[in-house]
């Protein structure tokens, strides 16, 4: 029979993304099994993030400082701003190592169905950067969803008067894709989407 510490940690694990009562059951094991080089060396990590880590009061991004290391970083181009939904989609961005520029997290997407509006997003400081003497390109890599779309046209919209150029994430078939095994949204997306060679 598992004590409470057993069953706080295992319902508390099962609360994260990807992990449901199996899955957190079986980490909340290997945690024990490797209290001395995981399970405590992981709760001061965790203590230090909850501790430190905040919102960039710029563009919303997770670091130590505010603003964070994107931000203060001299080295990027501070013209370009990329639009993202979440940080998630930032550190994804990040990860390639192609992109320059300064980001800004809105926090989600426009959704009517789920009450989510204007309001709900960080729009209005995304609207004063735009409007900044520097930035001179907002690239909305918004998802291909619905409300992703919605989303980069709201946008579209609002930034006619800021003097600054609007682009896309082009959408197509990923690298590597083969025809016969792409969804028709994705075909559809990338003939329009088609450019020279």
Partial sequence: MATTEIDRLIQLMSKLPGLGPRSARR??????????????????????AAENVKTCSNCGNLDTADPCAICTDVKRDAAIICVVEDIADLWALERTATFKGLYHVLGGVLSPLDGVGPDDLMLDSLLARAKGEVVTEIILATSATVDGKTTAHYITDRLTDAGV???????GIPVGGELDYLDDGTLSAAMKERRGI
């Avoid at 909340?28 to 965790?46: C, D, F, Q, T, Y």
């Avoid at 150029?165 to 959408?171: D, F, P, S």
Wanted: net charge positive.
């Fill in 27 to 48: 980490a909340a094991l290997h945690l024990i099994k490797n209290r001395e080089s995981l399970m405590k060396p992981l709760g001061v990590a965790m203590e230090a």
């Fill in 165 to 171: 150029t609007v682009t896309a994430l082009a959408h």
